[in-house]
């Protein structure tokens, strides 16, 4: 048996069993409704393409347990975190098997361990049963190959830190409650609740020594499978932000330009689309007509200038379409207070004045030294005009 193989038996393992849990915990918020149905909720709220989604598919099933459900929250959040931690493990594993990427025992057992504690947290007797016996298959080979796996505990706990709130911003500030509603809201499921920013959870998938292989083909797969989720959990991602979460996905707290500049690559040749500001997006997030920001308190681990121009314009826009037209120093304030800031710092101020140009350029925003108001073409639901954002960014 091949490790494809085997991580492809642990993978449908997980598809037939999790569905019943999933279930069990979503029911009674649906009305009726198939739980592949938030998801698709969810696209929409992130402004992203919506797809359809199936309910026996691993990757949907991980995804819906992992990310945040609108005004449903964390529905399979614990205090420790651990079902969201060992999910966003097993999605990363799941991608790469997807696309037929090379793999070793030690990934199957990996796997296989992950899904055994996975079935343990969530009282799965049977699931943990099987995952067990294939935990156990794959230590044989790996003795055989006298390839015992390390333990990386320590790796996992460097880590897998709690977000901290960056140094620029203010515990205090949060955002307006009107700035965390969407208008014309077609998520009934999610309710009308914006979506904030939610850093992605770090997952040890490696050591140093992946990071050292590259750009073997094997080190590539890997570190490009990490670069994916990361895109999107949080994209648009400062290229900086994107490589300093790939360092510690392979063990490493320390940031060196050598390699972040390696990783940036890697993220530039695996189909995500960088702009001149050097953020990434998803495949499914079309920059031009994105029109979604996430508002964020002053705790959110996520330093201001890493906040896309592009996003703070979209936070401009809707403070207008909030409050008609503004002096410039109130609609500064309100957008700071969106993304958890107060300080008017000189590097603030020219950050903001970026996110006005891109809304300025897509014909949205009308702002000058004094004032702020909207453009006569300014339309949220349709796509950037000719002075599009890829083009004034």
Known sequence: MTTNTALG????????????YIERVLAPHLNGFGWPVLLTELDKAKGKHPKTYAAHDLQAQLRVMTERLGSLGYPFSDPTRQISTMASELRITRNRWAHNEASDWFDVFRTADTAVRLFSFIGDGAGREQAEQFRSSALAELAGALKLPKSDESLRQAAERQAEAPEDADPTVVPSEKMTRRTNSETQLLGDERLPFEPWQVTVIGDQSVLDALPKKWAKERVRAVIAEIIEAEGPILDDRLATLVLR??????????RKKKIIYQASV??????????????????????????????????????SPREIGNAAVAV??????????????????????????KAFLKHLEAGYRVA??????????????????????????????????
């Open 320 to 345: 207008m379409e909030l409050n008609g037209r503004l002096p410039r120093a109130d609609l500064d304030a309100e957008v700071l207070s969106t993304f958890g800031r107060k300080r008017r710092t």
């Open 249 to 258: 996905s392979f063990g490493m707290e320390k940031s060196y330009a050598a």
């Open 360 to 393: 300025l350029g897509a014909g949205r925003l009308c702002v000058d030294e004094t004032e702020a108001w909207l453009s006569a073409k300014s339309d949220r639901g349709g796509a950037a005009t000719a002075g599009s954002a890829r083009g004034v960014r």
């Open 270 to 307: 695996s189909g995500a689309y960088l702009d001149e500001s050097k953020f990434l997006w998803p495949a499914e997030m079309d920059p031009e007509t994105w029109t979604e920001f996430r508002p964020s308190d002053g705790t959110a681990d996520r330093p201001f200038l890493e906040i």
């Open 9 to 20: 038996k642990i993978i449908d393992l997980l598809s037939l069993s999790l569905p019943p």
